[in-house]
């Protein structure tokens, strides 16, 4: 069987796929498993896809549809301690690393369908009207689940919006 650019697809696209399933899972080892069920899926039918354009969108596609059947439960947990660690002077890399585990941390309590249309509209600037084809729902489902995840990253993460005046 030949390729037919499938492998240089994945050779450029697999690292950006990687970080959307990193980010609507929040688990490496889930991201992984989201990003091989996917490719595996689309392997079968690279040829079709390859001539109707682009097949980016649809890879995208079948890993929205992968993450919805998975049956267990997604969510990170974190178990909350009554020691603190000794805090660290701060210093630039510091209060990076504290960011992104704000971030991973106030993202694990999205549901999954607001994590995929922040993914696919702020990283990777999607308009409302692409997310909402993408996802098969209407432009209002798409302004509704990204107001309610906006407004839920403010109550449970407000040092995100503090980091963000501050730069």
Known sequence: MTDDGFREFVAARGLALSRMAYLVTGDHGLAEDLVQEALVKVAARWRKLTKKGDPEPYVRKVMINQLRTWRRPRRLTFVPTADLPESLPSTDESEQAEL??????????????????????????????????ELG???????????????????VAPQLLEAEVRS
Request: net charge positive; charged share 25%.
């Open 100 to 133: 992104k585990v704000a971030l991973a941390r106030a993202l694990s309590v999205l549901a999954p369908k607001q994590r995929i249309v922040l993914y696919l509209r702020f990283y990777e600037d999607l308009s409302e009207s692409a997310v909402a084809a």
């Open 137 to 155: 729902c209407s432009v209002g489902t798409v302004k509704r689940h990204t107001h309610d995840a906006l407004k839920r990253l403010r109550q």
